[in-house]
């Protein structure tokens, strides 16, 4: 079974910061792509960072320079480091990963960003 559970999430003024955290049961994690997403109120779910087995890292466009996507193997657990943050930054991040053809989801966490 594959359990994803997000932490770190809360309230930042514009131009602070915030890491989160994405726990992983599975078996097998350092193998894993593991994922950050994000859906704010109105808009669909959009990719923030991905990271791959070997590091290899990508970005979506809005947060490039700004976010870094990260990997402890030994603890099982995926970051993000979210600097700089903006108001339309602010919306439910979630984890996710792929088994096979399966998508895992977090519940999420909530990223408020004040102006």
């Known amino acids: 079974q594959v359990q994803l559970v997000e932490s770190g999430g809360g309230l930042v003024q514009a131009g602070g910061s915030l890491r989160l955290s994405c726990a992983a049961s599975l078996s097998g994690f350092r193998f894993a792509t593991m994922g950050w997403y994000r859906q704010a109120p109105g808009k669909q779910r959009e990719l923030v960072a991905r990271?791959?087995?070997?590091?290899?890292?990508n970005y979506g466009d809005d947060v490039k320079g700004r976010f870094t996507i990260s990997r402890d193997n030994a603890k099982n657990t995926v970051f993000l480091q979210m600097n700089s943050l903006k108001p339309e930054d602010t919306a439910v991040y979630y984890c996710?990963?792929?088994?096979?053809?399966?998508?895992?989801w977090g519940q999420g966490t909530q990223v408020t960003v004040s102006s």
């Open positions: 990271i791959t087995s070997d590091g290899s890292t």
């Open positions: 996710k990963t792929r088994r096979i053809t399966t998508d895992y």
